[in-house]
């Protein structure tokens, strides 16, 4: 394997066949943030079959992306997996990837892998998000018609007034980002706490109902989908490194339908930190 970190990594394939093994090695060590349980990293990674030398889609690719994922949590498939644990931004790692730990025995015909290629891939760690990252600046105070809230890395309060909720959707920066705005089909890294407004209002402080403080942040595609409307709506011009708040109100949610811990025509407030987008 040759090549600088953070472009596209030529892959030499030899000519005897693959141990079997699941091999990891380090080929170029980064010097930053050690990747742990509950972090989420960006990577890239070039890949080809070992036994056809066939390169197959890389994140380096025209129109690609890069690939985003929590630590430790099994979203992703093995080979990727195991190239993170432990490794510091800035590393490059080659992966040896049996069956088993690359597409499994049923193998990924869309990109041309069978059930018995071994993969070999070469993962670049181009960030290292902290599970308990959070964004800077002072916290701006909210009217009293509108949830309080305090945040820090550890923990997350969110007060509802004893008043009726908004009819419309309010999205408020408590902290004013200065990253890049979000766009659809980015992927973003954000922190995110919710309660239901009618069951917590007048209280002290609201039960939330969903919460990635105590675990890490959650990343996911904006813009197609993948969350509720009204975060796709609130999230999407949005700058990194904000912290907001947003009321959505039930036909931006989840309507007449119920959720579980969410009664049908619940009006929702979320806290969100927008960590990073790629």
Do not use: C
């Not at 693959?18 to 091999?23: D, E």
């Not at 432990?86 to 990109?111: C, D, F, H």
């Not at 706490?193 to 890490?216: C, H, I, M, Y």
């Amino acid at each position: 394997m040759s090549g600088k970190f953070g472009r596209k990594a030529t892959i030499k394939i030899p000519k005897a066949k693959p141990s079997g093994k699941f091999v990891v090695t380090t080929a170029i060590q980064g010097r930053g943030q050690e990747a742990r349980k509950h972090d989420i990293v960006i990577v890239h990674y070039t890949a080809k079959t070992w036994k056809r030398g066939t390169a197959l889609p890389s994140t380096y690719g025209k129109n690609s992306a890069p690939k985003v994922f929590a630590v430790g949590q099994g979203t992703v498939i093995p080979a990727l997996a195991r190239a993170v644990e432990g490794q510091r931004a800035g590393s490059r790692v080659l992966v040896v990837a049996p069956p088993a730990a690359a597409y499994g025995s049923t193998g990924n015909a869309a990109i041309g892998v069978s059930g018995t290629d071994t993969v070999v891939f070469a993962v670049d760690i181009t960030k290292v998000i902290d599970a308990k990252s959070t964004v800077a600046g002072r916290q701006q105070a909210v009217p009293e018609a509108l949830p309080q809230v305090s945040a820090d890395p550890s923990a997350v309060a969110i007060t509802v007034p004893d008043t009726a909720p908004p009819k419309r959707l309010v999205s408020r920066a408590l902290i004013d980002g200065s990253g890049p705005t979000v766009k659809a089909g980015q992927t973003v890294v954000f922190r995110h706490a919710a309660a239901v407004w009618g069951a917590n209002r007048g209280k002290e402080e609201a039960t939330l109902f969903d919460s990635s403080w105590p675990q890490g942040p959650t990343p996911v595609v904006i813009g197609r989908g993948n969350l509720i409307q009204g975060l796709d709506e609130a999230l999407i011009g949005a700058k990194v490194g904000s912290r907001m708040l947003v009321v959505i109100p039930p036909g931006q949610a989840y309507g007449a339908q119920a959720q579980k811990h969410i009664p049908a025509k619940s009006t929702l407030v979320y806290i969100i930190e927008l960590l990073t987008a790629a």
